[in-house]
């Protein structure tokens, strides 16, 4: 540890003046009932005597305080360098115990809040670890079971056969799926995943979603609403594949969760002229107040009964996050349980050249 010893010089100079001023005193009160010198030769005596002993305790109290409190002190620095992140470490040593106090307060309350974020940091990843288990472990053993009822003796008959393989097949398929999802928000979180920034019609985006995701809302008899289809062209600046990703996400989500017979309405709002949101809606269940500021976590769901009959890898929401980020925008979540949610996103508006050469800002009427 490369230390410098920064000397305080505050306590030896008043304790000297304290001692310096009694004895002086108390010699003078002597010598006139001893002696009785005059006034002058008192006052005089007095001076020098209070000089002489100031000198002597200054010295005496300075050698006194580095050679034994100026240890201990030290050795305190020693003990707490050890620690990599120690903040003592080479910083001057200072025998000043108001300082020193403090800086070991400063420390302290510095490590308490370093570890309760390492005991928040290990709770999360042993939930991590479990919730990334569970989900490999139910297709795979999935997989496991149809491949092995097939080993012993089922492949004999073709009907059972094709069912079954087809089965284990979806259970691949779902592997994949949370392989490639968790490859992704990887490579999101750690900045690897390079972003495309186009220009494209947002409207134009969200009209193909709805076009990809008919036949899963018709499914489950819930209506996808355009609140904006009679909008024109809207033209905004990102990485369209990751956007349509995120937009796909949450309207999926919507219907996922909402109820039969249910609504889901998307609409983009006009916040200022540089930025428009686009907010997705629903009449679903609802999420309760408590687990909203959790829902972007990775593998966390309302749901805790373990049931994964809705399938999906867990990451969706994280994923939507991390893009959304990534293009540095915002995301937000409004939702009442029982009654629905609201997710909502920013995106950069850009502008298009029409035929005339001229600049114009994509129109939005609300």
Request: proline residues 1%; aromatic residues 12%; positive net charge.
């Amino acid at each position: 540890m490369n230390i410098s010893f920064k000397k305080s010089y505050k306590f030896a100079i008043k304790s000297a003046l304290y001692i310096s001023l009694f004895v002086s005193g108390f010699c003078m009160i002597l010598s006139s009932i001893l002696y009785k010198p005059s006034f002058s030769k008192m006052l005089l005596f007095g001076f020098i005597s209070l000089f002489f002993v100031y000198v002597f305790s200054f010295f005496v109290l300075q050698y006194r305080v580095e050679r034994f409190i100026y240890r201990r002190v030290k050795k305190i620095y020693d003990d707490v360098s050890l620690l990599e992140s120690s903040t003592f470490i080479n910083k001057p040593i200072t025998t000043d115990m108001e300082t020193l106090t403090r800086e070991v307060k400063k420390f302290a309350t510095d490590k308490k809040l370093e570890i309760e974020m390492l005991q928040i940091r290990e709770e999360y990843r042993r939930e991590f670890l479990g919730n990334v288990s569970h989900e490999l472990k139910t297709p795979l053993f999935t997989v496991q079971g149809y491949l092995s009822t097939l080993i012993d003796g089922a492949m004999e008959d073709k009907s059972i056969r094709k069912k079954y393989l087809k089965r284990a097949e979806k259970g691949v398929e779902r592997l994949i799926y949370i392989v490639e999802d968790l490859d992704m928000i990887t490579k999101l979180e750690s900045g690897d995943l390079n972003l495309e920034f186009t220009k494209f019609d947002i409207v134009k985006l969200i009209q193909n979603v709805f076009d990809l995701l008919e036949m899963k809302a018709d499914k489950k008899n819930v209506t996808l609403s355009f609140e904006n289809d009679h909008l024109q062209p809207i033209f905004v600046n990102g990485d369209k594949d990751k956007i349509q990703q995120v937009v796909e996400n949450l309207i999926v989500n919507s219907i996922k969760y909402g109820k039969e017979g249910g609504l889901t309405e998307v609409s983009i709002v006009n916040l200022t002229n540089k930025k428009v949101l686009v907010r997705i809606s629903d009449n679903g269940e609802g999420i309760e107040a408590q687990n909203i500021p959790r829902l972007f976590e990775r593998f966390y769901r309302v749901d805790k009964s373990g049931s994964r009959t809705e399938g999906g890898s867990g990451l969706g929401l994280s994923i939507v996050k991390h893009i959304i980020e990534a293009h540095k925008e915002k995301i937000y979540v409004e939702s009442e349980f029982g009654i629905g949610s609201d997710f909502s996103f920013t995106l950069e508006k850009t502008f298009i050249t029409d035929q005339l050469g001229l600049k114009k800002k994509s129109n939005l009427k609300i």
